[in-house]
């Protein structure tokens, strides 16, 4: 009888590692993609057995300044997330604890920004920021990525602060802890799973982003989201292992990211992130 709880942990543990490999795999064999000589991806025969080398990976990064492209992408990302936190957790604050006239459709309003067509607002943003002499540099498109993602990370943590009892914060006031000391001691702390989850999810949505990234950038201010449009044309046709390789740049980042706060994603992913 003892034995059948230790049988189902090993089985469980056995499912959970076949369905692991199963989901490794098409990142393993995308990275054997950016390893392999060209000729070899190109063979109308399939290979088997590839040669790896990174002979490739050394023209590519020679010929084609990838690591400023990363560069950019990480400051550019990297930039709108502080923004959106910087912005997004005193909104959602408010919005969750004070009561005020038209709250409910400040709310909406703010949300329903996610639900507009980019298309509509290109030109006009393009116009914007040519006033202030800010195309084709980093800081334009973090602006334009925390302004896209802002909505949703106030969402995302008003949901949260929604569910932790006002009494705590209640019980803070009747020490003398104004509401800034409320917001920075108490209830960042406690909507830290959430404050991830949705720093997380503006990251993806910032490196997912194309269409502004196109307009607003040029060679100075590329990201990798853009850059992998460089290797897709042209009088060398489709260079799939540079392709292979900025995708693998651009991906792993967020993948790490992903694996060292997966604790607090988790919990995030699952608790008061739908509620209204």
Request: proline share 6%.
């Amino acid at each position: 009888m003892a034995a059948k709880p230790e049988k189902g942990i090993w089985l469980r543990k056995l499912v959970l590692a076949i369905w692991g490999i199963l989901c490794f795999l098409p990142i393993l064999f995308f990275a054997t993609i950016a390893l392999r000589p060209r000729n070899e991806i190109i063979a109308p025969q399939p290979i088997y057995f590839p040669t790896l080398t990174i002979e490739t990976w050394a023209k590519i990064l020679e010929e084609w300044p990838l690591l400023t492209y990363f560069k950019n992408s990480v400051m550019a990302i990297g930039g709108s997330v502080f923004i959106c936190l910087l912005l997004g957790i005193p909104a959602a604050y408010a919005l969750a604890r004070y009561k005020f006239r038209g709250r409910e459709d400040i709310g909406f309003y703010i949300l329903s920004t996610k639900m507009m067509a980019p298309a509509a607002v290109a030109i006009p943003i393009f116009v914007l920021f040519g006033q202030f002499r800010i195309l084709d540099t980093v800081w334009a498109l973090m602006l334009v990525y925390a302004a896209m993602n802002l909505s949703i990370v106030v969402w995302i943590i008003r949901s949260y602060m929604l569910d932790i009892p006002p009494e705590i914060e209640d019980a803070a006031r009747t020490d003398g802890a104004s509401d800034l000391r409320i917001l920075w001691s108490i209830i960042i702390p406690m909507c830290l799973p959430g404050i991830v989850t949705a720093a997380v999810i503006a990251a993806i949505f910032a490196m997912n982003e194309y269409l502004f990234t196109l307009i607003i950038a040029s060679r100075n201010a590329y990201p990798l989201s853009v850059a992998l449009a460089n290797f897709s044309g042209g009088s060398d046709g489709i260079i799939y292992n540079a392709i292979a390789l900025v995708s693998f740049m651009a991906f792993f980042p967020i993948l790490l990211l992903v694996i060292l706060i997966q604790n607090h994603l988790s919990r995030g992913l699952t608790m008061g992130a739908v509620k209204g």
